[in-house]
Structures are given as structure tokens and as C-alpha cells.
DNA sequence: CATGAATGAGTCTTCATTCAT
DNA sequence: GATGAATGAAGACTCATTCAT
């Protein structure tokens, strides 16, 4: 008789925006953006072509979308691995890396697909920028702490290693020795003496 | 209106060819392979789309003929790297990666947009494991000559920071510190008094 | 939360009906029917667009109560420009129309978008027509009483212009001589000796 | 064996630019623009959708294009009723408006039906616009010429019945008196005595 | 060897309409 | 009486591919 309460709608939409985008997810994971046909969303998400134009005004609206939930997310990990020895927080800011690797292999997956077309996107490209320069000065503000030599570099090359790691992952799946490459960098980074 | 000789249609033949597969490139890098149309490779090579299909019986076809191009060059580029000394040959293999992706920016961008779809293109993986198993095998036979410890979790490294650092260059073009990068990965790895 | 009563009901009724209609009248006039959505009129007239189907079974069916609705106000004006002197009579109904093309613009547009789409709504062919003949008979009269000769003749010289001036206000708007061509008008067929 | 020479294409071209042209008009005006398909056309033009994007950017530049090739028949017109004597010119100028009513109805159908969307291209207004002006310019003239007191007002109210009258028989079909209008306009404004 | 007209399947997107609440 | 989430059919447009010449 009465109309839906706003909570049952929100939730309703909610529901259903969680799906389109779990959907959208894995698709553009597996196939690629441009692959990827609302068609092929809409029936994975189990709901119909129309309403995804309720939620989102396009497909690439789409994927900002499925960018911006995938960015909180982050930043919630990023504030986990903080430790007062610099040692252990770059450890543990490894470990996060090769877990996340692992766990959500996926979203890594659509993360690295997007980069390829960062011509394609602009907000892709300022969000990448964004993250590569927190990343680098992270990293070598934890080896000037533990004390390396040339941090900058280092942190240079760390952070190349780690996304050329992901890559190779990607590329070798079961065959890369993921746990091995991860122990002998935390011990190479995290373990020495002093360097 | 004598017919053309047969040296001349194989010089026709090997023009059209090297236009297609040029075009092919620049589009493939810049566009993508999905949002270049068959239709602008034609244009930019200057001949009709019909004639595509007299040499490439379609568009994956053109992208293999393309990888294979791309592949026999970098043989003979391998090649020329070796000398007796095994620090010169390490800084010779990364001065010629830097190099090349420098000089042919356009390929690698082309290769890393490959890789990322390398789920569509089943001899692309076959082709990228090739690759990598290859480049780790020599750079470890390199740093155990040289006097590394552990230098299969060395070479692990260091592919995936050539890798990466390839990648983030990508992303992020003139504000990569490239020629910096490059002098810290040699001095690091080939300058050293024994590690 | 008591029910409401059966005149709130039927307050709320026709507040609704009233929002509805007119939002449509000024959508349709300005972006035509075809290019008017439901989801447009209900916006605009603060309703959901499930609403709209408890009143209207249709978009057609809107269309039709709008034209219905319209008409009723025009047999109010047809009978308050009769007077006992034709040429007065004929003033008036001159005076009317333009009166109407610059009072109620909107209207007019709206109208003249419909017959443009005549095949389309059977309805509206009608109506059309019997406008058409109403006025002929009308303005025939008017013109014998005056003592023009070939009265029916004018007549249909007459409704032409009338209608025409009406489509060229509207292409030309505010660049049409709308008043230039009113008084000439009524000097002509109202202020004459005999003609 | 050889491509087709530049003549086959061309003709093969015109032929079907002509085919679509001409189901176009038939559609839009029998349908209207927007409740025609690029489907309805091409099926009825006897090719496939896709080629109408060889030719027509899209459905709007469609229309541009017919309304081009509309234009320019009308130039021709135009400049065949002239004559020395105004009143036979007038006559000319009267008849060539029944004569294309009547042959050319369809194409009448067709612009009133896109003066009506006027807001919608912006090219329709303006050239619109500018036939109203050159018309209107014409009948005064010879008005004038002929010897009519008020020529620039006669002239609204005729360029007004033209306007009407079409617009009038578009609605009533073979049920308007178009012959005895036709007739009637011609004695009243070409066979008087000076008016 | 070479052309480009033609096709049609597939894509994104819009929107009138239904219906559970 | 009222809402808005959901649907699905239909429309504009793209593009790899075919084929007559």
C-alpha cells in the first residue's frame, strides 16, 4: 500500500549497486574494459541492462566508480601497517603487498589492466602518479630510518621491484615463486645489519 | 601494361607489409588493440582495408605477425650484449633495456598493453614466459660470475625492477627519474667491489 | 493518521493531475512529445513516474487529456468574441488570436508540434478538422454579414493567414511584425467601407 | 581482377546515396524524424544499415543532406517564374506553390513537419528564416509593382495563406478546396484591376 | 596485386511501463 | 494515493570481414 521506506530502497539499491560492481569487477578483470559488455555485467551481476544506467551514467562511469571503491579500501591498509620500528613496518608494508597479491589477486589483476590504458582514462593517470610518489617516499623515508645508504634509490628500485613482481605474477601465475621472492626481499630489506 | 615481374611483386608485396605492420604498431601503441580499428590501420598505412586480409587473414593474426617482427629484432639485440666480462655484460643488458625503452618508447608501450592482455592472446604468455625464464637464467649466471650471493633471488629482483621500472615510466613519462634509475642499478650491480 | 477524507482525496487528485498536465504542456511544447520523457514530466512536476500511470493509462493518453483539457478553455473564448456587429465580432476574433499567440505562447507551439505529427494521433485529425471547418463557417458569416463579395473565399484566405502568421511568430519570434500584421489585418477586413 | 575504376564506384556510390535520400524523405515525412529508424530507412532504401554510416555521419546529417538536395531543386524553381509582366510573375509565383502542393506533397509534409522541430537543428531555422525574408522581399516588389496600396503588409498576409493554406491541406488532405483557393488567389492579386 | 562498397552482428544507451511495497 | 527499483524492447552507431571487380 504505502510506498518503500527510504531504508528499504537504500538498501535495495545498495544491493544491487554491490553487485553491479563485484560483477563489473571480476569481468574487467578477466577481460578487460573494453571486452567487457554491459550485457556481459549486467547478467553476471543478475540484474538487468537498464538499471545499470540508473547507478551509473555510463560504463566508464562505471569504472570510476569501481576505481573509487577499490581506493578507500586502501587507504584503510595503508594506515595498518604503521610500526615504531621502521624495520617492521617495511616488513609489513611487504607482507601487505604479497598478501594482497595473493588474497585479491583479482583486484590487482583489473588494477595493472587499467594502468596499460592509462592514456584512455585521466583520472587513472593522477590516481597512479598519486600513489607512485606516496609509495616512494615511504619507502625511503623507512630505509634512511633503518639506515641504508642512497635511500632515494633504493626506494627507487624497491618500488619498481615490487610492481614488476605483481606483473610477473600476473604473467606466471602459479609458476612465479611468489613466497620465495617475498622471503628474500624481506630478509635482503628488513633483516640486514645495517647495510 | 606488361605484368609486373616477380621480383617486383615481392618488393610490392614486402612494402605493403612493412606499412601495415608499422601502422599497426603506432596505433596498437596509442589507441590500443581493441580501439584500433581495422579501418585506421588502413588509413595510416596507405593502402585499403581489403588488402589487409590478402596478408593477415584477420586482426589477431596482424597483432601475432606483429610480435613476431618485434621478437626476431630483440634476438639479435640479445646478441650483441655478451662480452667476457661479466659486469660489462650485466651493464651492457641494463644499458640496452634503458636504451630501448628510451629510443622505442612506442614498442614497449605496445608490449606492456600486450601483457596486460595477455589472457586474450594465448601466445602472448607463451611468448612473455619465454621471455622471462630467459632474462633470469642469464642474469643469474651473470651475478654468480660476478660473486652475488644468493643470486637467483638477485635475479628475481631485478627482473621485477626492470620490469616495474618500465612500467612506472610508462605512467608516469618525463617525471621518471629514468637516467638516475639507471646509473643506481649499475653502479649497484656492476660497479661493486664484490657484494 | 487518520484516512483521509474523500475531498482531501480528491484535492490531492487533481493538485496532482493539475502538476502533471502542465508540466507536460510546457515539456512538449519545448522539446516536442517524442522527445519528452516520462521520467522529464514527472520530474518536473514533482510526482514519481509511477504516479503518472494511476491518472493517465499512457504517454498517448496524456497526450490526449492535455488536448482535451485545452480545447474546453478555447470553447469558453470562442463564445465571449461574439458581438451583435460582425465587424466587432470579427475584430474580436482576430484580437483573440493574437492575443493568444503572445499571451499563451506555449499553447500555440504545443499545437502546432501536434499537427505536425497529425498521422500520428488519430485524434488530433479530428479535432483539427472541426476546427478548421468552425472557423471557415464562422469568419464566411461574418465576412457576408459585413457584405464582403465571395465571402467563403475569404474566409479560406483568412483561416490561412491566420494560421500562417501563427507558424511564422513561431520560426520567427520576436523578429515577426506581429503587431504590424494584427492591425493590418483588422484595418482590412473590420475597418473597410464595403470592400 | 583490376579495382573498380573510379566511374563504377562513383556511380555505385550516387546510387545508393540516392536510394536512402529517397526513403529517407518518404519516411520522415510519412513517420516524422524521430519515429523513423535508421532501420525502417535502410530497409526501405534496400541496404544495410551499416552503409548509411559510409555516407551519413549519423540520422541528423541525414537530414542535412536531404534538406541540401531539396535546397537546390528549389533555387532552380525559383528562377523559372520570372517574368516581365508582375502580375503574370505573381501568377507564376502563386501557381509553382499549388503545383508543388500538389507533386511534390511529400516534400511539403517534410518540412512542415521539420519547421515544427525548428528548436531542435539549428539549421532549419536558419534557412527557415532566410526564405521567409526572400519571399516575403519578392511579393512585395511586385506588389508593388503592380500597383497595390500597403505591399509590404499585403505581402505578410499572402506570404501568412501561403504558409496557412499548405499547412491547411496537409491536415485535410483532398477534402480542402486547394483549386478554388488556388483560383481565388490568383483573381484577387493577378486579375485586378489596380487594386 | 588492390580496392572500397556492402554487410550484419554486436555495443552502448534510452525509456515507457510494471509492480512490490 | 504514492514511490521508485526494475525490466526489456528498441534505437543509434561501430567495425571486422567479405566480395565483386
Request: glycine share 6%; charged share 40%.
Given at each position: 500500500m504505502s510506498p518503500r521506506s527510504k531504508e528499504q530502497n537504500e538498501k535495495i539499491r545498495n544491493a544491487s549497486i554491490a553487485n553491479i560492481l563485484e560483477a563489473a569487477l571480476e569481468l574487467f578483470a578477466v577481460k578487460g574494459f573494453d571486452s567487457t559488455s554491459i550485457a556481459n555485467i549486467a547478467e553476471k551481476a543478475g540484474?538487468?541492462?537498464?538499471?545499470m544506467y540508473n547507478y551509473f551514467s555510463g560504463k566508464d562511469e562505471l569504472l570510476k566508480a569501481l576505481l573509487d571503491q577499490l581506493n578507500e579500501g586502501e587507504s584503510d591498509m595503508m594506515s595498518?601497517?604503521?610500526?615504531?620500528?621502521p624495520r617492521k613496518t617495511l616488513e609489513n608494508c611487504f607482507r601487505l603487498f604479497f598478501k594482497e597479491l595473493r588474497d585479491n589477486y583479482q583486484r590487482w589483476v583489473f588494477i595493472s589492466k587499467l594502468v596499460a590504458q592509462i592514456d584512455k582514462f585521466d583520472f587513472v593517470r593522477e590516481l597512479a602518479i598519486g600513489k607512485y610518489n606516496n609509495y616512494i617516499l615511504l619507502v625511503e623515508k623507512l630505509l634512511r630510518s633503518i639506515g641504508f645508504e642512497h635511500p632515494k634509490n633504493e626506494a627507487q628500485l624497491i618500488a619498481g621491484a615490487i610492481d614488476g613482481i605483481g606483473y610477473q605474477y600476473l604473467m606466471?601465475?602459479?609458476?612465479?615463486p611468489l613466497k620465495e621472492v617475498e622471503n628474500y626481499l624481506i630478509k635482503k630489506y628488513c633483516r640486514n645489519e645495517n647495510s
Open positions: 540484474v538487468s541492462k537498464g538499471l595498518s601497517i604503521m610500526d615504531n620500528d606466471l601465475k602459479e609458476k612465479y
